[in-house]
């Protein structure tokens, strides 16, 4: 595609993401009376183009593309006073990842005892840093894309929630503020063709057949102190689980400077332990925010039944971000962060990960300054565009970039989102 086609192609997905804001019907929610009880329904669904002027970030977007989407429907009821039961249907596409499968996002029952103590059972959004249970709502925040380094998109499928139980509360202090807890059990699912598959491959190259998983078990904690910090979040959360992909070698020059054979059945084992410690200050109409994960937070070991043990040791990640919004007014609003990510905190400058499978050093890191601006065209309407420089190819694919990767590289990104 020429620079002219790429500019026509810019100016066409925005024209259509505008239009269809402008002249789509508007649908209402919809309250459903039964006697006492009631239910609820509400729903939402965007639609964004992307273009990125080097290197395919998780789909075709050196040549734009419009296969960014989101859209889902959920109903809720309060049965009673204590009682509270929902579900959410949803759907995605994000390049190869989603492709438009109708799935069950949440559903549970919550039973609210006191406001120290309530129990949830089902299927839960996961308690991950400070935005992972809402980031389906575009409502709620100013940008399009989420930090890579803690909300990985091409995980997301397999991070969103978990089906289990869980208890939470809220212990309130005058002088001090509240305290809120959640406590998480059950079980996560990875696909073997899924976004975590493809990005340990692309770390350990092997062609991946099952993921199975341990139960996984996930802590948060939340402090909001009082007037005058009454605008302030600390929140901590953590997970621990165990992940076991059956694989086989392949022709690639990480396993021929091993003198490994392709076909060879291996297993890798990874143990994770991710804390990821957050900070949320809102003032006025200024939003500011900061995450990191806490370092050790993974270990792995690759074994075969015919050469023992392959590989192995500490691969902690590093991610960071810190992020800032401004409402100028009713309808419109800035905001920008930066943030960075690295595979294995112990080979920030990618000289390890280079020698092993041959990809550039900057393919370890990916470094992102990004700029967005979002406009509220209407009490249900969004409209969200937003630039990103990036330096560095971590979390990118190389079966998306065939041809190679620009360590340099801009994305840009509009969407229009509708919420009912």
């Given at each position: ?31 459903l ?66 492709n ?9 029952a ?19 840093g400070?935005y ?31 089906d ?56 948060g ?45 291996i ?33 792995y ?31 419109l ?36 300054i ?48 509708y919420?009912?």
């Amino acid at each position: 595609m020429t620079d002219a086609q790429k500019r026509r192609s810019v100016i066409a997905g925005i024209f259509t993401l505008l239009a269809g804001a402008m002249f789509a019907p508007t649908i209402q929610a919809v309250e459903l009376n039964f006697g006492k009880s009631s239910i609820d329904i509400h729903g939402f669904f965007s639609q964004g183009y992307l273009h990125s002027d080097h290197n395919n970030f998780l789909a075709e977007t050196e040549d734009g593309t419009c296969d960014f989407r989101e859209y889902g429907v959920n109903a809720a009821s309060e049965l009673t006073t204590q009682l509270y039961i929902g579900a959410q249907l949803f759907g995605r596409k994000f390049g190869d990842y989603g492709n438009d499968d109708i799935t069950l996002d949440w559903a549970l029952a919550d039973y609210h005892f006191q406001d120290w103590i309530g129990i949830r059972a089902g299927r839960m959004k996961a308690v991950l840093g400070l935005y992972n249970e809402t980031r389906d709502i575009d409502m709620l925040r100013t940008s399009i894309f989420l930090p890579e380094s803690i909300y990985n998109d091409a995980w997301r499928e397999s991070f969103t929630a978990l089906d289990g139980a869980g208890i939470y509360g809220t212990l309130s202090y005058k002088s001090l503020g509240s305290l809120s807890y959640q406590a998480q059990w059950g079980k996560i699912y990875i696909e073997s063709d899924g976004g975590v598959a493809d990005y340990i491959a692309e770390r350990v190259p092997m062609d991946v057949h099952d993921i199975e998983t341990s139960d996984v078990y996930i802590v948060g904690i939340e402090w909001t102190p009082a007037a005058p910090f009454d605008g302030l979040r600390l929140r901590w959360t953590w997970n621990t689980w165990e992940g076991v992909l059956a694989a086989s070698t392949n022709a690639h020059l990480f396993w021929q400077n091993q003198g490994v054979p392709a076909g060879l059945p291996i297993s890798y084992h990874a143990d994770v332990n991710m804390a990821t410690l957050s900070v949320e200050y809102r003032w006025d109409n200024l939003l500011l925010a900061a995450e990191t994960f806490l370092p050790d937070n993974f270990n792995y070991r690759m074994e075969s039944p015919v050469l023992g043990h392959l590989a192995g040791g500490p691969a902690g990640m590093v991610g960071y971000y810190g992020s800032a919004a401004y409402r100028v007014g009713e309808w419109l609003e800035f905001g920008m962060y930066y943030s960075e990510y690295y595979n294995n905190g112990n080979d920030k400058d990618g000289k390890t990960n280079s020698a092993l499978t041959g990809n550039p050093l900057y393919n370890s890191w990916l470094k992102d300054i990004a700029l967005t601006t979002r406009f509220d065209i209407h009490d249900n309407w969004v409209v969200k565009v937003e630039g990103h420089f990036m330096n560095g190819t971590d979390l990118m694919l190389t079966k998306d970039n065939p041809d190679g990767t620009h360590e340099d590289w801009f994305l840009f990104g509009c969407k229009v989102a509708y919420s009912f």
